[in-house]
């Protein structure tokens, strides 16, 4: 019995030829031509022998691309690339067969460049779905067994292993430990669990076992909503009119126009057709797509990797910039930043033995004071008796002091000497130091501004003309807030979790042309619906996915490299447009006239193209200055 291919194999193959066709057309265009010379000055065959490679591209690689230009017709559609297909049509009817090949390649070539640069929607998904696990561990009976996601129920038991992905929403039943949920919520800082706690589906576990019961099933779970949200916005992605696409729109209808106009006005055909191949566009076809890939080039030894060319194209028009907070603005690490020292206590002694005890913590505040330690050049004590205690914070015996440090909740409760001295609740995380039973101090911790973030900030409104400078966060109103007056934004959004962040991203870029720049988890929805989205770092593959650039070492300077980039390639590719379609349009007037015939109107256009190609080469090479702010 014979094996047959399913058919719908066979349709989702033919599906991916189709959606893959320019790539194919442009490697049938480039092989035609090459054995189409070889036969004719290699072998010097007759015209019917060499001239086969070419008929086989036009009829092969020309028909798709002249269906496609037709159904653009029909809807009215005129860019650029529906001149060159005038052209392939015109060059059949002169009998240029090697010009037309040639413009389908150059058709092809720019099609398959901006399907290959763009399409990356379901990489973000499979991105997705690789992070989240497959199976979660759940507990009967006394035994632990592996059972899919889609089996967990609401009220099962679950064990969650060090290091695991929580794979639903639930809550901790048993164990204590700390998870970080910084992915998700924009929270720098791992979060401890005790029982009672929540936990969130896509969470990293810490270094200890969890027993949660589970409250959501995992399709109703935070990730499942993120993943959710995020297919949402990619359906909805704006669409974006290429800067070729714009020029063509006006330029298309003049160069039919000049070559009807040549065509009445003598009644002679050839004028019409010498007209058409002299304004073949491809100063449009080819030379902005080689700016663009100059400046892909530079951007990626700048440390930018552009995974989507609209972001060049489109980055210098936004007037909307949306920043997420942790990680972007911010190292994403705590930083102590305020000590406040209680009566009769030295800030310096206190603070050596604080350290001297925190270098045995693992608590995520503990790295924050030892480097605040170390920048004051205070030297660590020997420390005994190391303790963490349940609802004590940590303990321990330092040069003979008891040294406690602890939540204010804890020293409230225990009811130490001195809680006169409290200061205020403010923003932030805190920690209350305790030196022999008495309240010593306050050590309070911000997520601390970059070093550039100011002077960035500051100028983007005077030198690259954007009109609002919004920050968005999942994090708390009151450190929101603290950043913001830091760094110097006045529009603030707090406490946003990703729908939210999403529907002010959309609404934003409904108004107006949006740049959104971001670096977790949270942000990927709304990088995609900004008009470019751009992620920092590399904290997330999911992201970094979904962003149409990725600034590889998350400093803010190389954000302004982009938009600088984005600026010189728009100014070199409009040079090299412009002026192609100048010295076109000089060309049509002299073959309008009938002193360029169509075959030398082809040559012609072609000198044009090298001029226009050879310029679009500049954005390739580094500029002396590629920034405009104090670093």
């Given at each position: 019995?014979?094996?047959?291919?399913?058919?719908s194999h066979?349709?989702e193959?033919m599906?991916?030829?189709?959606r893959?066709?320019?790539?194919?057309?442009?490697?049938l265009?480039?092989?035609?031509?090459?054995?189409h010379?070889?036969?004719?000055?290699?072998?010097h065959?007759?015209?019917?022998?060499?001239?086969i490679?070419?008929?086989?591209?036009?009829?092969?690689?020309?028909?798709p691309?002249?269906?496609?230009?037709?159904?653009?017709?029909?809807?009215r559609?005129?860019g650029?690339?529906?001149?060159?297909g005038?052209s392939?049509v015109?060059?059949?009817v002169?009998g240029?067969?090697?010009?037309?090949?040639?413009?389908?390649?150059?058709?092809s070539g720019?099609?398959?460049?901006?399907?290959?640069?763009v399409?990356?929607?379901?990489?973000?998904?499979r991105a997705?779905?690789?992070?989240?696990?497959?199976?979660?561990?759940?507990?009967?009976?006394?035994k632990?067994v592996?059972?899919?996601?889609d089996e967990?129920?609401?009220?099962?038991?679950l064990i969650?292993?060090?290091?695991?992905?929580?794979?639903?929403?639930?809550?901790?039943?048993?164990?204590?430990?700390e998870?970080d949920e910084?992915?998700?919520?924009?929270?720098?800082?791992?979060?401890?669990?005790?029982?009672?706690?929540?936990?969130?589906?896509?969470?990293i576990?810490?270094?200890?076992a969890?027993?949660?019961?589970?409250?959501?099933?995992?399709?109703?779970?935070?990730?499942a909503k993120?993943?959710e949200v995020?297919?949402?916005?990619e359906?909805?992605?704006p669409?974006?009119?290429?800067?070729?696409?714009?020029?063509?729109?006006?330029?298309?209808?003049?160069?039919?126009?000049?070559?009807?106009?040549?065509w009445?006005?003598?009644?002679?055909?050839?004028?019409f057709?010498?007209v058409?191949?002299?304004?073949t566009?491809c100063?449009?076809?080819?030379?902005?797509?080689?700016?663009i890939?100059?400046?892909?080039?530079l951007?990626a030894?700048?440390?930018?990797?552009?995974?989507?060319?609209?972001?060049l194209?489109q980055?210098?028009?936004?007037?909307?910039?949306?920043?997420?907070?942790?990680?972007?603005l911010?190292?994403g690490?705590?930083?102590?930043?305020?000590?406040?020292t209680?009566?009769?206590?030295s800030?310096?002694?206190?603070?050596?033995?604080?350290?001297?005890l925190e270098?045995?913590?693992?608590?995520?505040l503990?790295?924050?004071?030892?480097?605040?330690?170390?920048?004051?050049?205070?030297?660590?004590?020997?420390?005994?008796?190391?303790s963490?205690?349940p609802?004590?914070g940590?303990?321990?015996?330092?040069?003979?002091?008891q040294v406690?440090?602890?939540?204010?909740?804890?020293?409230?409760?225990?009811?130490?000497?001195?809680p006169?001295?409290?200061?205020?609740?403010?923003?932030?995380?805190?920690c209350?130091?305790?030196i022999?039973g008495?309240?010593?101090a306050?050590?309070?911790?911000h997520?601390?501004p970059?070093?550039?973030?100011?002077?960035?900030?500051g100028?983007?409104?005077?030198?690259?003309?954007?009109?609002?400078?919004?920050l968005?966060?999942?994090?708390r109103?009151?450190e929101?807030?603290?950043?913001a007056?830091?760094?110097?934004?006045?529009e603030?959004?707090?406490?946003?979790n990703p729908?939210e962040k999403?529907?002010?991203?959309?609404?934003?870029?409904?108004?107006?042309?949006?740049?959104?720049?971001?670096d977790?988890?949270?942000?990927?929805?709304a990088?995609?619906?900004?008009t470019?989205?751009?992620?920092?770092?590399?904290n997330?593959?999911?992201?970094?996915e979904?962003?149409g650039?990725?600034?590889?070492?998350?400093?803010?300077?190389?954000?302004?490299e982009?938009?600088?980039i984005s600026?010189r390639?728009?100014?070199?590719?409009l040079q090299?447009?412009?002026?192609?379609?100048?010295l076109?349009?000089?060309?049509?007037i002299?073959?309008?006239?009938?002193?360029?015939v169509?075959?030398?109107?082809?040559i012609?256009?072609?000198?044009?193209d090298?001029?226009?190609?050879?310029?679009?080469?500049?954005?390739?090479?580094?500029?002396?200055?590629?920034?405009?702010?104090?670093?």
């Open positions: 019995m014979r094996h047959q291919l399913p058919s066979f349709l193959r599906n991916y030829i189709w893959r066709k320019t790539v194919f057309i442009a490697v265009s480039i092989a035609a031509i090459a054995l010379l070889v036969l004719r000055f290699g072998f065959t007759g015209r019917n022998i060499h001239e490679p070419l008929w086989t591209a036009l009829v092969l690689g020309g028909l691309l002249l269906y496609e230009l037709g159904k653009k017709l029909l809807n559609e005129f650029s690339d529906l001149l060159a005038i392939i015109t060059s059949i002169l240029e067969y090697l010009a037309g090949t040639l413009v389908v390649l150059m058709l720019g099609e398959a460049l901006e399907n290959y640069a399409q990356s929607a379901s990489s973000v998904l997705l779905a690789k992070r989240m696990p497959s199976v979660a561990h759940r507990k009967s009976n006394g632990v592996d059972v899919k996601l967990v129920s609401v009220e099962d038991t969650l292993f060090p290091h695991d992905i929580c794979p639903v929403d639930g809550l901790v039943i048993e164990g204590h430990g998870m910084s992915f998700l919520t924009g929270e720098p800082f791992k979060i401890e669990k005790a029982p009672g706690s929540m936990v969130i589906s896509g969470a576990n810490g270094d200890s969890l027993t949660i019961r589970a409250i959501k099933r995992a399709v109703d779970s935070r990730y993120i993943m995020m297919r949402s916005s359906e909805n992605r669409r974006m009119r290429r800067l070729g696409d714009q020029l063509g729109a006006f330029y298309t209808p003049f160069a039919i126009a000049v070559a009807l106009v040549a009445f006005s003598t009644g002679e055909v050839v004028r057709l010498a058409l191949v002299v304004a566009p100063p449009l076809i080819i030379a902005i797509p080689v700016a890939i100059g400046s892909i080039s951007c030894r700048r440390g930018i990797i552009i995974k989507n060319p609209v972001v194209e980055i210098q028009r936004c007037r909307v910039v949306i920043f997420d907070k942790t990680g972007t911010t190292y690490e705590p930083k102590l930043t305020e000590q406040m209680a009566p009769g206590f800030p310096t002694e206190v603070l050596a033995l604080a350290a001297s270098r045995y913590s693992k608590h995520p503990a790295s924050a004071v030892l480097a605040a330690a170390k920048k004051a050049g205070v030297r660590q004590l020997e420390a005994a008796e190391i963490e205690p609802g004590q940590l303990r321990g015996t330092v040069s003979g002091h406690q440090i602890t939540s204010r909740g804890k020293l409230v409760r225990q009811k130490v000497a001195g006169e001295h409290l200061p205020g609740i403010t923003s932030g995380l805190e209350m130091v305790v022999d008495t309240y010593a306050t050590f309070r911790f997520d601390a970059r070093e550039e973030s100011v002077s960035f900030i100028h983007l409104a005077p030198k690259h003309h954007f009109k609002r400078i919004m968005l966060s999942g994090d109103k009151s929101v807030e603290y950043l007056k830091e760094v110097g934004i006045t603030i959004h707090a406490e946003k729908e999403l529907a002010i991203v959309r609404g934003e870029t409904a108004l107006a042309k949006t740049l959104y720049v971001g977790g988890i949270n942000d990927a929805p990088i995609m619906a900004a470019v989205g751009v992620a920092i770092g590399q997330s593959d999911i992201t970094a979904a962003a650039a990725v600034i590889m070492e998350g400093a803010l300077k190389r954000v302004d982009l938009m600088h600026h390639m728009r100014t070199i590719a090299s447009a412009m002026g192609g379609m100048a076109s349009v000089i060309g049509m002299f073959a309008g006239m009938g002193y360029l169509p075959v030398e109107g082809a012609v256009q072609e000198i044009i090298v001029l226009a190609v050879l310029n679009a080469l500049r954005a390739a090479w580094r500029p002396k200055q590629l920034t405009d702010f104090d670093t």
